[in-house]
Structures are given as C-alpha cells and as structure tokens.
C-alpha cells in the first residue's frame, strides 16, 4: 500500500504543478499585453519562481512511468511534449523578461 500512496501522491504534486505553470502562462502574457505588475523586482521574483515550479514537471513526466497508468502510447508522448514545451515556454518567457527588457519598462507591447 505504501507504493500506491506514494503514486498518488506524485500525481497529485504533477497535477498541483501543472496548474500553477499554466498560471504562469497567464501571468506572462498578462504582463506582456496589460503590465500588471508595475514592481521590476516583485515580477522577476514571480517570473523566475514559475519557472522554478515548471522544471519539475519534464523530469516527473519522463521518469515516472507509473505516474497515470491510464496513459500509454501516444497520449504518454504527448503529454511529456506538452510537459517540455511548457518548460521552454516559460525559460524564453523569463529571459526574455529579466534579461533583455530594460529596468524601466515591464511591458514588451
């Protein structure tokens, strides 16, 4: 019992992760076409700390393969490429924002 215990909870860590990335997603484009958050220290925390929560999520992906038993073949694949897309999204996202806009401009539009 104490392996299917630790099954849920990875699945439940994976889901939990998964949906703060895909927050993520609405905070980098809601600071890319509204400027939400008008702080330059406060956003590069909250961008790289997105980033920090999607890296997890390939590696979960790739090497648990009893991680949704349900899941096999293509479906599998595609959700270890959603899993990698959504990690380089992010990355370009946060260098783009903390590397290469200027300290006074938070907004790329």
Not at 3 to 31: C, D, I
Not at 40 to 66: D, G, H, Q
Not at 72 to 101: C, D, E, P, Q, Y
């Amino acid at each position: 019992m104490q392996t299917r215990s630790k099954m849920v909870a990875e699945a439940r860590l994976f889901l939990k992760l998964g949906s703060l990335s895909f927050l993520g997603l609405a905070f980098y484009y809601g600071q890319l076409f509204f400027g939400m958050v008008n702080n330059v220290f406060m956003f590069k925390a909250v961008a790289i700390t997105f980033l920090l929560v999607t890296l997890p999520l390939p590696v979960i992906a790739f090497n648990n393969k009893k991680l949704f038993p349900s899941i096999r073949g293509a479906s599998k694949k595609m959700l270890n490429w959603i899993t990698i897309l959504l990690f380089m999204h992010h990355f370009l996202m946060t260098f783009m924002f903390v590397m290469i806009l200027k300290e006074g401009r938070l907004t790329g539009l």
